[in-house]
Nanobody, 125 residues
Framework: QVQLVESGGGLVETGGSLRLFCAASGLQFSGYTMSWFRQAPGKEREFVAGIHYSGRRTYYADSVKGRFTISRDNAQKKVYLQMDTLKPEDTAVYYC??????????????????WGQGTQVTVSS
């Protein structure tokens, strides 16, 4: 059974930092492209950042470019999202997602095979 479990969310002030974790089990992790999405209250879920299964390519939404960094540890079966210079508009539930291989499109939700339950990030102004 495949599981993606996010952690690391919480409450932080504007300008602060958080590091999100996603622990995977039940899948050949090194063969999956991993991404983070987020959903703010009253809004649709949106792509945040993705990392190719090789670990050699990353892709970011324009809204987080230069502030967020995605990385992965295939041996630990974990993917990370380092979030710096946080803004109130970053407040959302953050989801980890896995795409077997690479579908060629990081930001399309329908391409992902597995999803986590999410972790809440709240940035106070």
């Amino acid at each position: 059974q495949v599981q993606l479990v996010e952690s690391g969310g919480g409450l932080v002030e504007t300008g602060g930092s958080l590091r999100l974790f996603c622990a995977a089990s039940g899948l050949q992790f090194s063969g999956y492209t991993m991404s983070w999405f987020r959903q703010a209250p009253g809004k649709e879920r949106e792509f945040v950042a993705g990392i190719h299964y090789s670990g050699r390519r990353t892709y970011y939404a324009d809204s987080v470019k230069g502030r967020f960094t995605i990385s992965r540890d295939n041996a630990q079966k974990k993917v990370y999202l380092q979030m710096d210079t946080l803004k109130p508009e970053d407040t959302a539930v953050y989801y980890c997602a896995a795409d077997r291989g690479f579908s060629g499109n990081y930001d399309s939700e329908v391409k992902y095979d597995y999803w986590g339950q999410g972790t809440q990030v709240t940035v106070s102004s």
